[in-house]
């Protein structure tokens, strides 16, 4: 697992030597180990859009701690850090789809990161696990495009 977030740390967003990721590495648990995989911008999904399909399939639900990503994979858990709040979260959506962004929260993980008021705050992203095998996407009924 952490040999995984080893193998990922430098990729995307800001590098380690980003004051934010400093910072963060100096208070965090798996700093010793691993440097944070991604340093950026998070928001969160409205609740309109609660009951929505995500790309895993399930319904998106505001008061579960789930978000997207890009690139990780679905299923991949992360760790979410902003100041000295930290929350746990699955990845099992794509995006977020707003340039400079790097992670869309539900807002029960937003809230607990205290960033729900503000609504984009900057975060470092660690990952806890990844799936064994990445989950079967839905598919598409048979004519459908």
Known sequence: MLLAAAAL????G????HPVAAAVKLQHPLAAKSAAYQV????????KLAGRK???????????LTAAHRSLAIGTVVEVVHGGARVQVRINDRGPFVKGRVLD???????ELGIERAGVAEVAI?????PRKAP???????GRT
């Open 9 to 12: 740390a430098g990729c995307g």
């Open 14 to 17: 800001r590098p380690a030597s």
């Open 40 to 47: 950026g911008l998070a928001s969160f999904y409205s609740d």
């Open 54 to 64: 995500t790309a895993s399939g399930e319904p998106y639900n505001p008061r579960a």
């Open 105 to 111: 929260l539900s807002r029960r993980a937003a809230k």
């Open 126 to 130: 660690y990952v806890v696990s990844v």
């Open 136 to 142: 079967a996407l839905p598919r598409r009924a048979a």
